[in-house]
């Protein structure tokens, strides 16, 4: 069965940590996405990578970096956690060159809490 | 204006009832997702249209591109639907999410 892998399913920081979230599919997908969610808001996209060593800024990228060493894996960073941080987190993949006409798959998210 | 719009935001149903949810949009589109989301999970794609109607199981979809206007169906409900269902479009790289139906099924 393919995944999309989330280290952590719930995680408690504090303000002005590094924090790092990890991602990992197992489908060969060359799009990784992080998207955070929120009451009200829905899904946001942050980064997204279209390739190894390729990313683009999303809707919301202020305060978050992303690293795409490998195909596989896509690591969303918080450079210095903040309250308003405090979110779901959610990585999805898919196929396919800047074309969103393949399906997607998504992780099972990160509950972030920073304290 | 969202350029995804859902409706009902909220929808409280008794089990065995048939459901309608409605998605419409605004902008050109590659596909049409429908996801669900279950209380503290992740999420699952049910769907991916382009065109027509796709089904699986109680789960139905239709998508008229002319209208820009979804619908998930879910026949003989049951409490385990309980869930969030999320339409979604892809334009290129890019999902555009609605902000979802919460949907209760009560036995």
């Known amino acids: 069965d393919v995944k999309v892998t989330q280290s952590s399913r719930y995680l408690v920081k504090r303000t002005g940590e590094k924090v790092f979230l990890e991602c990992v599919q197992d489908?060969?997908?060359?799009?990784m996405f992080w998207y955070r969610q929120d009451p009200g808001l829905g899904l946001r996209l942050i980064y997204f990578?279209?390739?190894?060593?390729?990313?683009e800024k999303g809707d919301i990228p202020e305060g978050y970096s992303v690293s795409r060493e490998k195909k596989e894996r896509f690591s969303l960073i918080l450079e210095s956690a903040s309250t308003n941080q405090t979110s779901m987190y959610l990585c999805?993949?898919?196929?396919?060159?800047?074309?969103?006409?393949?399906?997607?798959?998504f992780g099972s998210g990160t509950r972030l809490t920073v304290v | 204006k969202n350029e995804v719009e859902q409706s009902p935001q909220n929808l409280t149903a008794q089990e065995g009832e048939f459901i309608t949810i409605n998605c419409s949009y605004s902008v050109g589109i590659s596909a049409l997702h429908w996801l669900q989301q279950h209380p503290g999970g992740g999420i699952v794609s049910l769907f991916m249209?382009?065109?027509g109607k796709k089904k699986h199981g109680r789960l139905i979809a239709t998508i008229n591109i002319q209208e820009k206007h979804s619908s998930l169906h879910i026949t003989a409900s049951h409490p385990r639907d309980s869930a969030v269902y999320i339409c979604a479009v892809s334009s290129n790289y890019k999902l555009t999410f609605g902000k979802g139906t919460l949907l209760t099924v009560n036995p």
């Open positions: 999805a993949s898919s196929l396919g060159y800047f074309r969103g006409s393949y399906g997607y798959t």
């Open positions: 990578s279209y390739d190894v060593k390729m990313k």
């Open positions: 489908m060969d997908h060359e799009n």
């Open positions: 249209l382009s065109s």
